[in-house]
C-alpha cells in the first residue's frame, strides 16, 4: 500500500517575509482516511497544493513507498498520483457528468469507449444515478456535483486523494454521505484519503487527525 511521508517540509510565498509551513512532518498510508484540521490561515491548503505538486517547498522532502517524489517530474506526479477534490467542485461545465468523469481517462489515453464504460462504474460506485449521466454540473444538487468531482478524481487512476473542505458547501446529510464515499474508498478500496477540514464529525470519523497551527503540524491524539 502506497505511503507518503513528508520531512520537515518548509514554504514560502513568494514576496512573504516568512514560512507559511515550517518544517512540517506527517505521514499518509493507503487503507486510511486521515484528517487535517486547524484555524484559518494556519496553512493547510498551502500543505494540500505541496502535496498535489502544484508548488515546491522550499526545504525538506516527500518520499512515496521510500521515493523521492520532488525529484520525480512534477506533471506526471500531478496527473497520474494524486487528485485534488475541492469545495466548489470545479466540474467542467460544458461537459454533462458523464463526459466530466470521463475526461481524465481520454487525456490519459484510453479509447473514449472504454473511458466512458468505465466512468459510469465509477459514478454508479458514488451513487449517482444513470438517468443523471448526461445532465450538466448545473443540474444537480451540490452534493451530486460532489459526488461527480470524487468519480472524476478516481478516474485519474491516481490512489492519493486530497480533499480541500469537500463538505464546504453541503448540507449535514450530503457531508456524511461524502464522508461515506471517501471512508469505504479508503477501507475497502486501499485509496490513501486527506481531507482537510474544520468539521468535527470528519475528524472523528477519520482513522488520523493532524492538527494545523500556525504553519506547523502536530500529530493529534483521538
Ligand atoms: N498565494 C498566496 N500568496 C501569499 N500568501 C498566501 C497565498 N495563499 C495563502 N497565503 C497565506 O498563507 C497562509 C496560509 O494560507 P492557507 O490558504 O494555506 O490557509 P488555510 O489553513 O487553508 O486557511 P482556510 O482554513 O481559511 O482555508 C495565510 O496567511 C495566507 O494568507
Ligand atoms: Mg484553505
Sequence with gaps: MAALALKQISYKYKKADKDVLKSVSCHFSGGEMAAIIGPSGSGKTTLLSILAGLDEPGAGSIEMDGKDVLGMDR????????????????????????????????????PKKEAREQAKRYLELVGIAPEKFKRFP????????QRTAIARSLASG???LLADEPTGNLD???????????????????????????????????????????????????
Design 75 to 110: 506533471d506526471l506526479w500531478r496527473r497520474r498520483e494524486v487528485s485534488v477534490i475541492f469545495q466548489s467542485f470545479q466540474l467542467f461545465p460544458l461537459l454533462t457528468v458523464l463526459e466530466n468523469a470521463s475526461f481524465p481517462m481520454e487525456l490519459n489515453g484510453v
Design 138 to 145: 448545473a443540474n444537480l444538487s451540490g452534493g451530486e456535483q
Design 158 to 160: 491516481a490512489k492519493i
Design 172 to 222: 449535514s446529510e450530503n457531508t456524511k454521505n461524502i464522508i461515506s464515499i471517501f471512508s469505504r474508498l479508503a477501507h475497502e478500496m486501499g485509496y490513501c484519503v486527506v481531507v482537510v477540514t474544520h468539521d468535527p464529525k470528519i475528524a472523528d470519523l477519520s482513522d488520523a487527525v493532524w492538527q494545523m497551527e500556525d504553519g506547523t503540524l502536530a500529530y493529534h491524539e483521538k
